[in-house]
């Protein structure tokens, strides 16, 4: 029944996804402040066209949240759908190969910023709902909320879940904002790293300079800021901030042993990435690297003169956006206090430090043996035909802990997108295959859940 109802249906649900995609709901840039509300009002039209109930949108102190709900019977479990209809800034431009807010389809892909992260990802559930509501399937109560600013923080999320927990009272949380291993290799996210995200700035003079006059007199901002960057890792990768891994939870050997099961082509992950080697912290996996073990990366570096030509100066101030990805138990809040007193006492007598807090989430892992895993389990299993196999993430859903920590719910990380689907990146693109697949796979989600619950 499922899938007869997506085959008759799939253009109608592709060509509405695409319709999403072309709102530009960037939520880091304010020019977009009008695209946000747009998406917003989109997916409220839709979510009340599946057949959801007391549909509304909730202002905030940033971007609106869109609420429905399903209530079939009281005695029945509740699922909350949550995701965002926020998406990166498409930056920079000249490297997409198609308009980023002009949805192409290629090589039986969407192409489009926020095809996979999360609108296409979102919109699945809205469908799935849909195929259900048609059918009278519904097994259980659902209710759904999708925000706009998990891109920057969610910033306002909190504060809305803590004044709405009646009307958020439920018993688990569905996300698909993940990924998993491969098409024919499915996988559940059972393990999210956390962030600290902070902005420095590097003051030398109290203004931009000639070059030739004060060059070899005065501190260079840009080149005080690289050679601080540059200290932060030693040679064997380790982060050097003091105290960055006292709290971090070590993971078993046999976990460890059971993610190095999962498949894996190192080759072709570097053939995929253009690159020649690996690199990352001593002892460990790029799997590992990436999903087990705390990171710092510079996110963005600039200072001076950047336009066409040739200026020369010596720049007054010198700036980077650094994201640490954190792990258990690292607090976001305990790694930036720690990374902001490490990097000012990097810093000379010649120049000043600040360090910015951006926003910051905590890290989470999420019970295989629950009932709500294994429906998801069992959901997978029936529409891959594989089991699918249980796996940390590198990414960062803070809202999972806030979940836990507030509504005291688990969440399930049921994700259809892929690793290579450049996510934040030039060129994001999300698979049909994968669009439709996650379609069909969640009512089996609601159905095995509801029935599991009564067991």
Not at 23 to 31: G, R
Request: a negative charge.
């Amino acid at each position: 029944m499922i899938s007869e109802q997506l085959e008759k249906n799939k253009e109608r649900y592709l060509e509405e996804l695409l319709e999403l995609l072309k709102i530009p709901s960037v939520s880091a840039d304010p020019e977009y402040t009008q695209a946000m509300i747009e998406a917003a009002s989109f997916i409220e039209s839709k979510l009340r066209d599946a057949g959801a109930d007391n549909v509304s949108i909730f202002e905030t102190d940033g971007y609106p949240i869109v609420y429905g709900e399903k209530l079939i019977d009281a005695s029945k479990p509740t699922v909350l759908v949550y995701g965002h209809y926020d998406v990166q800034p498409p930056d920079p431009i000249e490297l997409w190969e198609s308009p980023p807010f002009d949805p192409v389809i290629k090589d039986e892909k969407i192409y489009a910023r926020g095809a996979c992260d999360d609108k296409g990802q979102l919109y699945m559930h809205i469908k799935a709902f849909e195929i259900m509501m048609s059918n009278n399937a519904l097994p259980c109560n659902v209710k759904f909320m999708f925000e706009g600013e998990e891109e920057v923080g969610s910033e306002h999320l909190e504060e809305f879940v803590k004044e709405h927990t009646g009307m958020l009272n439920s018993d688990v949380v569905l996300i698909s904002d993940s990924s998993m291993i491969a098409n024919d290799t499915p996988s559940i996210t059972t393990g999210l790293r956390g962030l600290s995200y902070v902005e420095v700035t590097v003051t030398g003079p109290n203004r931009d300079l000639h070059s030739g006059v004060y060059g070899g007199a005065v501190a260079n901002p840009v080149n005080i800021l690289c050679k601080m960057i540059a200290s932060l890792h030693d040679e064997n990768g380790k982060v050097t901030v003091k105290g960055f891994y006292d709290p971090v939870a070590d993971v078993s050997q046999d976990e460890r042993s059971r993610m190095a099961k999962a498949p894996f082509n190192l080759e072709k992950y570097m053939n995929e990435l253009g690159i020649d080697d690996v690199h990352g912290e001593s002892g460990f996996s790029t799997l590992e690297r990436t999903s087990i073990r705390p990171t710092l990366d510079v996110n963005g570096i600039w200072g001076g003169y950047t336009g066409e030509g040739a200026k020369t100066v010596l720049p007054s101030k010198a700036h980077a956006k650094i994201s640490m990805r954190l792990v258990p138990d690292q607090s976001s809040k305990e790694i930036t206090e720690l990374f902001a007193k490490h990097f000012k006492n990097l810093a000379p007598p010649y120049v000043k430090v600040e360090v910015r807090d951006m926003h910051g989430g905590e890290p989470a892992v999420t019970p295989t043996d629950s009932v709500s895993y294994k429906a998801a389990s069992r959901a997978m299993e029936t529409t891959f035909g594989k089991v699918p196999i249980p796996l940390r993430n590198g990414g960062s859903i803070p809202i999972v802990e806030m979940f836990e920590r507030i509504l005291k719910i688990k969440t399930v990380l049921m994700g259809f997108g892929l690793d290579s689907d450049a996510i934040h990146s030039p060129n994001e693109h999300f698979g049909l295959f994968n669009y439709y697949k996650g379609i069909e796979t969640i009512p089996y989600f609601f159905k095995y859940y509801a029935e599991m619950s009564e067991d």
